[in-house]
């Protein structure tokens, strides 16, 4: 179906990822604070959503996840990653059947495509 280890973070760089009262709750948990200062700290009210994950800045896709070590590409909150992350991608990750088209014919097992035409 796909491999996430070979992914160079796709998911992690949705420009909303949603996240669920009980997904700040874990998240507080696992780093020792309280729901308030974890709530400040990780999430921001956007397009309707009450808990959107904070971001910061990417090489490859522009800005991800807080908690995407941009270096090793992997979720550095694994055991405590949101609902929306512990669910993707439900199937098939289309992302990664073209990650893997891409390496194919680029002959390049690492190929990652860092910049996109429209």
Request: glycine share 6%.
């Amino acid at each position: 179906m796909y491999n996430c280890a070979k992914c160079p973070g796709y998911c992690c760089s949705y420009d909303l990822i949603p996240l669920t009262k009980r997904d700040v709750e874990r998240l507080a948990q696992h780093f020792g604070l309280g729901f308030r200062e974890a709530r400040r700290k990780f999430t921001v009210e956007r397009d309707g959503e009450k808990y959107a994950m904070r971001r910061k800045k990417d090489e490859i896709f522009g800005k991800v996840c807080r908690f995407f070590d941009t270096e090793a590409r992997r979720c550095t909150v694994y055991q405590a990653r949101p609902s929306t992350c512990r669910t993707y991608p439900g199937g098939r990750c289309g992302y990664y059947d073209f990650l893997c088209s891409e390496r194919n014919r680029q002959e390049d097992p690492d190929f990652i495509a860092t910049t996109w035409s429209s």
